[in-house]
């Protein structure tokens, strides 16, 4: 008989060994219903105000490779500030899946995304990390492979970013992923 944990159950404390992590969650459906919380008059007082933005404003890139391609998609380029038309943006939406399927390693272990199926992914990017002698200071390389590898182990997070992590990113100069 399997004693489960809660009432009754020993205090003794666990130790490595004694049971195997849950397996890491990999298809995970929302059952929450969808709720209109703006009606679509506002909708499309944001989606104007984004375009105007877009459009007027524009987004700084600092990266050429960036800059080239927004370029030959016939966005409006000037040094690092990129101003893209509305129809642009809406051929490129177009051109977005409403489904996708991050692909594992391990065919088991994909996930899909989109429609009411959820993917959960850690935070990266942190700029300081403290060690454990409790000093602050910027990460770096060896920390983000370290917080992939913690992130992989959570049975709570269902995609991890592991191919960032690998020793090809370092040899990237404009720190663009391929």
Same mark, same amino acid.
């Given at each position: 008989?399997?004693?489960?944990?809660?009432?009754?159950?020993?205090?003794?404390?666990?130790?490595? #060994?004694?049971?195997?992590?849950?397996?890491?969650?990999?298809?995970?459906?929302s059952?929450i219903?969808?709720?209109?919380?703006?009606?679509?008059?506002?909708?499309?007082l944001i989606h104007?105000?984004?375009?105007?933005?877009?459009?007027d404003i #524009?987004?700084?890139?600092?990266?050429? =490779?960036?800059?080239?391609?927004?370029r030959?998609?016939?966005?409006d380029?000037?040094?690092?500030?990129?101003?893209?038309?509305?129809?642009?943006?809406?051929?490129?939406?177009?051109?977005?899946?409403s489904?996708?399927?991050?692909?594992?390693?391990?065919?088991?272990?994909?996930?899909?995304v989109?429609?009411?199926?959820?993917?959960?992914?850690?935070?990266?990017?942190?700029?300081?990390?403290?060690?454990?002698?409790?000093?602050?200071r910027?990460?770096?390389?060896e920390?983000?492979v370290?917080?992939?590898?913690?992130?992989?182990?959570?049975?709570?997070?269902? =995609?991890s970013?592991?191919?960032?992590?690998?020793?090809?990113?370092?040899r990237?100069?404009? #720190?663009?992923w391929?």
């Amino acid at each position: 008989m399997v004693r489960r944990a809660g009432r009754g159950a020993s205090n003794r404390p666990v130790r490595a #060994g004694d049971r195997t992590p849950a397996p890491a969650p990999r298809k995970l459906v929302s059952k929450i219903p969808v709720y209109d919380l703006v009606d679509s008059a506002c909708l499309d007082l944001i989606h104007d105000a984004s375009m105007r933005i877009l459009e007027d404003i #524009g987004i700084e890139f600092r990266d050429e =490779v960036a800059l080239s391609t927004w370029r030959e998609a016939g966005a409006d380029v000037t040094h690092t500030r990129v101003r893209i038309p509305r129809q642009l943006v809406a051929e490129k939406l177009a051109l977005a899946p409403s489904r996708f399927t991050f692909h594992g390693r391990n065919p088991e272990r994909s996930v899909e995304v989109g429609g009411r199926s959820m993917a959960f992914a850690p935070v990266y990017g942190s700029p300081y990390v403290r060690d454990l002698s409790g000093q602050r200071r910027y990460a770096q390389l060896e920390d983000f492979v370290r917080f992939v590898k913690l992130a992989y182990l959570s049975p709570a997070l269902n =995609v991890s970013a592991a191919r960032s992590a690998s020793p090809s990113m370092s040899r990237c100069p404009t #720190g663009i992923w391929r």
